[in-house]
């Protein structure tokens, strides 16, 4: 079966998957579709055809994960709805509801310290000693490029990236973090995952995004105005790189596990 070539499911084939999943499309968009439909990804630097996904399931565990109103604290940041820009799915999203879903600005305040939002999981989240991955859209928002994402309890696991560049510029802490960034998708954006492997006492994951001034610092004095945008936050608690974007409106939406079977093969 050549599924890169033909993009569509034999019809001698029967495929099976619970919960919403997301693929990249030959223009870099991240499409959602819903239970039982196939996915045929393509490659994201070269938008060829790389035929159909088969994953195994994961689980978001973050809290709304297109919206940074709901469910996340501040640290020395505001946050703010951006009715102007496009997001990775090529949507334009104009909700003006304080918790709306979207593309979210995370906006730097004028001390002299991290600028993050933060959102805090159970211990029943986050097991001892077990590779997790963060992750999360990203591009420039008002004069910053740098974006940071960070498990802020006991490790400190930390990794800064370019979004302009698309480069990892720098990946501090223990649990033997590892960084990553891909793109562009759609519209300039890219997709930053860290992972790293929790402790031994973990009792709770600390998820925190945040605005760097340049590669390698993430404490100064900010401005009170400049950002970075975000969108699509992820979370996975098994495995050593992120999945596709699995979407999230409330807590742990799940991708179930997919199936394709050859129907009547003796035909």
Not at 39 to 49: G, K, L, N, P
Not at 209 to 217: D, E, I, R, S, W
Not at 220 to 247: C, F, K, L, N, P
């Amino acid at each position: 079966f050549n599924f890169a070539a033909t993009k569509k499911l034999d019809p001698r084939l029967e495929y099976q998957r619970t919960g919403h999943a997301s693929f990249t499309d030959k223009f870099g968009k991240v499409v959602i579709v819903g239970d039982n439909t196939p996915r045929f990804d393509h490659d994201i630097a070269t938008r060829e055809s790389k035929g159909i996904l088969i994953e195994e399931s994961r689980t978001n565990k973050v809290n709304y994960s297109e919206s940074l109103a709901t469910g996340w604290s501040l640290n020395n940041s505001a946050t703010r709805y951006k009715n102007d820009v496009v997001a990775p799915d090529g949507v334009l999203y104009t909700n003006t509801s304080t918790g709306g879903s979207g593309v979210w600005e995370i906006v730097e305040t004028s001390s002299s310290t991290t600028h993050l939002v933060y959102q805090q999981l159970s211990g029943s989240d986050s097991p001892n000693s077990t590779a997790c991955t963060i992750s999360a859209f990203a591009k420039p928002g008002l004069n910053r490029t740098h974006f940071v994402l960070t498990e802020g309890n006991t490790l400190s696991a930390t990794a800064i990236f370019d979004v302009a560049n698309g480069t990892v510029t720098s990946t501090v802490g223990t649990g033997s973090p590892s960084a990553r960034i891909e793109g562009p998708y759609h519209n300039g954006w890219y997709r930053c995952s860290l992972t790293y492997t929790t402790a031994s006492t973990q009792n709770y994951i600390n998820i925190q995004l945040g605005v760097a001034q340049n590669g390698t610092t993430v404490s100064y004095a900010g401005d009170g105005s400049s950002s970075i945008a975000v969108w699509g936050v992820q979370i996975e608690r098994s495995g050593t790189s992120e999945t596709s974007y699995i979407q999230n409106w409330g807590r742990n939406n799940t991708r179930g596990r997919e199936y394709i079977e050859v129907q009547n093969p003796n035909e």
